[in-house]
C-alpha cells in the first residue's frame, strides 16, 4: 500500500511539473522583466489596454458640451481623445476614445447594452484565431484605417466588445484637439 501511495505522489509531481513547465514556457512571451515592464519585442495577441468609452445618451451634442463645460473635456464631433503615454516607452502618446452615441444607435448591436468598451490589443490576427478557437463570436472581419485596425467580438454577457490594433501616430495626425 505505501509504495502505490508513493507511485501515485511520485507521478501527481512529475505532472504537475511538467505542467508548471508548460505554463511558464508559454508565459515567457509576455511577463514582465525584472523592472515590470512587458518586453519590447511582446507580440502575444492579448489586450493592452482600454482604447474607448462608449455610451448611449439622448444627445450627444449637448452630453459633448455639458463634459466640455463642467468637467473641461476638449471635445471633437466625436467626443473627446484622452493622450496618455505609454508606461513601458514614454516617448510613445497613446489614446483613448470617449463617446456619447444617440441612444438606439445600431453602432453597438447585436447588444442591447447602452455601452462598448474597446479595448487596444497586440497581434489582431493572433488574437482573433485565439478568440475562434475558443468558440467567442467574431461579428465582422478585421478592417483597417489610418489610426489602426479593429474587430468586434461579443462576450459571454452578450456586450459588443471593439478590439483595436491602434496606430497611434493616426490620432496625432489628425490634429484635433486632447484631453491632457
Not at 1 to 9: E, F, Q, S
Not at 86 to 96: A, F, G, S, T
Request: some cysteine.
Amino acid at each position: 500500500m505505501n509504495k502505490l501511495i508513493i507511485i501515485i505522489t511520485m507521478a501527481t509531481m512529475f505532472i504537475a511539473c511538467k505542467a508548471t513547465q508548460k505554463h511558464a514556457t508559454e508565459m515567457e512571451t509576455h511577463t514582465a522583466d525584472e523592472t515590470g515592464n512587458t518586453p519590447v519585442n511582446d507580440t502575444t495577441p492579448r489586450v493592452t489596454g482600454v482604447g474607448g468609452i462608449f455610451f448611449f445618451c439622448e444627445n450627444p451634442e449637448e452630453t459633448r458640451s455639458w463634459y466640455a463645460k463642467n468637467l473641461g473635456l476638449e471635445v471633437n464631433e466625436w467626443g473627446s481623445t484622452f493622450a496618455t503615454r505609454n508606461v513601458d516607452k514614454p516617448e510613445e502618446i497613446n489614446y483613448l476614445q470617449w463617446s456619447p452615441f444617440k441612444k438606439g444607435s445600431k453602432y453597438f448591436a447585436p447588444s442591447a447594452k447602452a455601452f462598448m468598451i474597446n479595448y487596444r490589443v497586440q497581434n489582431i490576427e493572433g488574437l482573433v484565431s485565439k478568440l475562434r478557437e475558443n468558440g467567442v463570436t467574431i461579428l465582422d472581419t478585421i478592417e483597417t484605417f489610418p489610426y489602426g485596425r479593429f474587430v468586434h467580438i461579443m462576450d459571454a454577457e452578450g456586450n459588443k466588445i471593439e478590439l483595436w490594433e491602434p496606430v497611434d501616430s493616426g490620432f496625432s495626425e489628425t490634429g484635433d484637439t486632447e484631453t491632457k
